[in-house]
């Protein structure tokens, strides 16, 4: 959809593929990724293939996209110098220690997420494809809203399936879809969260696919789901890419994003995995490594099928997948997209987990630190960056995808930090 040129001296020679080649013809990343589907969804998705192919090369397409993520998405977004932030963690390292922190500010698009970007990519193609209803999934509600906001600025019906205990959590982006005229349709079954909301939105697409599009929030799903939501996020990288030559004369020392399903993760890292640059991606660590007390399937889980693709997911002996816990809603997946699962194993990314804990401190340390209230997503990033940027030295850069705002997380935030005695009224 929109290519990365160049590669780094000495990277990307010989007969191996580049790790950015992936997926193959058969929609997978090394041995992940594919197709696992019901018969029913088989031509919608070859069709779906297809079209992208083609709209992908398609100029006007591209300028169209182009200029919706600038005028009504606010595009591009700064890549902002951390300085507080720098200086807190650089405190007593000496003078030798301690990275420049900057801060990729996907918080600033519209609707608050970098969810905006994929949206207004997948709603335009639904359109081109005369598709006229629109379904999605949502967790923390960004990508519900993102999807909404889309569906009301282009012209298309739009449901959206929503956990019933991510509704109680996110009811103000309840709200928001709503407002923009989104049916929520709250799910009831299983553990009320965003896997739940994902199976009832694959089974309405199974019964409609010839007038609806599903745009799939994440880079997970059959092929061709996680190579397009990849596609139309990676400008984050691209941007990213260009900024660190103007601001920082050369590409970032290291990259770091939290990993849910992994859009985020994929966007900024996708431009750079043929690149000298190390790439961190943080997982849920919750309240302990034990099943059900995480959300953390590349650092805890085994290779398995969930949502029609395999990738790592937390599953029993057996194959069951497993419950997931997060104090943040748009993290609370048993499974990740298959890139990233292919990026693990090929060593170019490495996985790590923030607990529930460290990411509210972490969250809380933004906002004194530089005014920023970060999503509870971003914050388990915001963690792990302290703690590499202090291993890294003083004239490295790196740059956190600040992947969302918090406005959505301030009540269950609150409540939770009040319980952790971090936060008093």
Not at 113 to 135: E, P, S
Request: hydrophobic content about 40%; glycine content about 12%.
């Amino acid at each position: 959809m929109i290519s990365q040129q160049g590669t780094h001296e000495g990277v990307g020679k010989g007969p191996v593929p580049r790790i950015s080649e992936a997926p193959d013809m058969e929609g997978r990343f090394g041995e992940y990724g594919g197709v696992f589907v019901p018969e029913t969804l088989i031509a919608p998705l070859r069709e779906l293939d297809e079209f992208y192919e083609k709209l992908r090369h398609d100029d006007a397409f591209v300028d169209q996209l182009r200029e919706l993520w600038a005028s009504f998405a606010g595009r591009p977004t700064p890549l902002q110098f951390a300085s507080r932030l720098t200086r807190l963690v650089q405190k007593g390292l000496g003078q030798k220690r301690g990275a420049s922190i900057w801060l990729k500010r996907e918080d600033l698009c519209h609707t608050g997420a970098h969810k905006i970007n994929n949206a207004l990519g997948q709603c335009l193609m639904a359109k081109k494809m005369g598709k006229k209803r629109v379904i999605a999934e949502t967790g923390a509600g960004q990508h519900g809203v993102a999807t909404a906001t889309a569906c009301a600025q282009l012209g298309l019906d739009c449901v959206v399936y929503m956990g019933a205990e991510d509704c109680r959590r996110q009811a103000l982006n309840v709200t928001r879809m709503r407002m923009m005229g989104a049916t929520v349709v709250p799910v009831e079954g299983g553990t009320r969260t965003l896997k739940d909301a994902t199976n009832e939105a694959m089974r309405d697409w199974m019964g409609s696919s010839e007038t609806t599009h599903y745009v799939l929030g994440s880079v997970v799903g059959p092929h061709p789901f996680p190579m397009i939501v990849r596609d139309f996020q990676s400008i984050i990288g691209i941007e990213t890419k260009g900024q660190s030559l103007r601001h920082l004369g050369g590409i970032p020392d290291a990259i770091v994003a939290c990993v849910g399903g992994g859009s985020n993760a994929a966007g900024i890292f996708y431009p750079f995995v043929d690149e000298k640059v190390k790439l961190f991606g943080v997982e849920a660590g919750g309240r302990s490594s034990e099943p059900g007390e995480h959300a953390a399937p590349l650092c805890l889980g085994s290779p398995g099928v969930l949502h029609g693709s395999l990738s790592y997911v937390l599953q029993s002996a057996d194959g069951q997948t497993e419950a997931v816990h997060s104090c943040s809603a748009g993290l609370d997946y048993p499974g990740v997209g298959p890139e990233h699962a292919y990026w693990k194993d090929a060593g170019r990314v490495k996985y790590s987990a923030a607990t529930d804990r460290e990411a509210m401190e972490a969250m809380l340390e933004l906002a004194r630190s530089e005014g920023i209230l970060c999503a509870l997503e971003t914050a388990h990033a915001v963690h792990a960056a302290m703690g590499i940027a202090a291993d890294m030295d003083r004239e490295q850069n790196l740059v956190i995808c600040l992947s969302g705002r918090g406005d959505k997380d301030v009540d269950e935030a609150s409540r939770l930090m009040r319980e952790a005695g971090l936060f008093k009224d």
